[in-house]
């Protein structure tokens, strides 16, 4: 009888935690399918029906893009490559623009192929409740021709491979990632995400051709936080320099914790870089589950859109948190 008492202790034990380990992993699904059942409501998106629309729309919300063009005719052309990509575009069903909520929040959003600054530009305006945001799914000036095609809500995207140095004449492979709208950005959707634990995150940023923020961030479980900032880290309009110590809110450590476990980092490559020059250079190392480490060096710090998006919410903490100076202490 001990021995069966014994027994049925452990396989409690086990369903237990395995019941804690998925209960987690689903917490990203769960929310996610919760955002879709909010009542949808119309906004001026869905009365758009021309380019010009869109393009005046898009000045006011940056006046950055006033320059941007929609490209209605669907023509891409590549100086480097003799690909009829306007086939291929057609193969795929391609559209200038598509109207769709990927942030499901009941509003229709609107993702748009053009052409900004001479180059290939694709991008997706979310409306936020009355406040649009402009979300750019090109992200590397070097890729011509891409091509979006929307389905259930997500981005499937087909691009062509960059060249690899010393490997220019190379034929490129023609790619396709799916992107969601998770965490507050779009990143590649990731049907197995992990569950690590993680103990520690160290992440710097280094300078570049101009004045990107040089600064160095470290985050232990316990959410306390040091951070060091080189050079050209202005907040609120003003340059800030030294040692700064904080406690990160709960609800933005959990958005990076469970940001890297849906990307699984475990699994990312340890080295990426764009083949461009005089950009910055990230460093993300993180510790987890009883001391192993994951170190990623990220030259452009473009290796994957969802390691994109922990770039932007970590350097955001140096914004959005109260960070006590430590230099005349």
Not at 77 to 85: P, T, V
Not at 268 to 290: M, R
Request: glycine residues 4%; charged residues 25%.
């Amino acid at each position: 009888m001990r021995h069966i008492l014994t027994y049925l202790f452990f396989v409690c034990l086990a369903l237990n935690s395995y019941g804690q380990s998925t209960n987690k992993k689903n917490e990203v699904e769960k929310k996610r399918q919760a955002e879709k059942k909010i009542s949808i409501k119309t906004n001026y998106i869905d009365s758009i029906q021309t380019a010009e629309q869109i393009t005046e729309l898009i000045s006011k919300i940056n006046y950055r893009y006033k320059e941007f063009e929609v490209n209605e005719s669907l023509k891409f052309e590549n100086k480097y490559s003799s690909k009829n990509y306007k086939k291929i575009a057609d193969s795929l069903n391609v559209q200038p623009w598509t109207k769709v909520d990927f942030d499901n929040n009941g509003l229709t959003d609107i993702l748009v192929i053009g052409n900004w600054e001479e180059y290939h530009t694709i991008i997706c305006i979310l409306d936020k409740d009355g406040k649009y945001e402009i979300k750019s799914i090109t992200r590397r000036f070097s890729q011509d021709c891409t091509f979006p095609v929307v389905e259930n809500n997500k981005i499937k995207y087909f691009f062509e491979s960059e060249q690899v140095h010393g490997k220019w004449h190379e034929p490129r492979q023609f790619k396709q990632i799916t992107l969601i709208y998770l965490f507050g950005d779009f990143i590649e959707e990731n049907q197995s995400s992990a569950n690590h634990k993680i103990e520690k995150i160290e992440y710097s940023a280094s300078g570049c051709f101009g004045s990107c923020p040089i600064f160095k961030l470290t985050i232990n479980a316990d959410r306390t936080a040091k951070w060091y900032a080189e050079r050209y880290n202005e907040i609120n309009n003003n340059e800030v320099s030294g040692n700064f110590n904080s406690k990160i809110t709960e609800d933005k450590y959990s958005d990076i914790v469970n940001l890297l476990n849906y990307i699984d980092f475990e699994t990312l490559q340890d080295n990426y870089a764009v083949n461009w020059t005089d950009d910055q250079t990230a460093k993300l190392k993180v510790t987890y589950d009883n001391g192993k480490v994951k170190s990623i060096l990220d030259y452009g710090l473009l290796g994957t859109y969802g390691l994109d998006r922990v770039y932007q919410l970590l350097n955001e903490l140096r914004e959005n948190q109260k960070w006590e100076n430590q230099n005349y202490l």
